[in-house]
């Protein structure tokens, strides 16, 4: 389990990230969705689109030589960029008291777990403050 609640503190473990907090000092937790940029494929396929039309008005290629490899470039992009399924990065972030910002990169699978226990850890910092009020 990544995220640890005990009664008077907040402990992270992920891969090689640890941190520890006491529940005083975090004043923001939450999970972060950025979605994944593709400037490798989308430069791959602008170069090769610029080569094939190169090769289509300049040079001395007859019967559409140039045709064949750009589609095998084409496709080969195209594998690249739908192969992997995931298409939003996750993160763990931490606001302290301290004006000090922490933000983990998980993986996808695991951000359904690490979800169920930042929820968890809110539902009791919430019922410690409504005891503190009351």
Known sequence: MPLTVFSDK???RY???NWQYHFDEIKEIGLLKK??????ENGAFLAVTAATYYCMLFSNLMDLYYIIPAILCYSFILAMRF???AEFAYFVFVKD???NKIRTKIATKDRILVGKQIDSYLDLQFERSIKRTA
């Open 15 to 17: 891969k090689s990230k």
């Open 35 to 40: 979605k994944k940029k593709y400037f490798l």
């Open 83 to 85: 192969g992997n399924k």
């Open 97 to 99: 008291i301290y004006q």
């Open 10 to 12: 907040v402990r992270f």
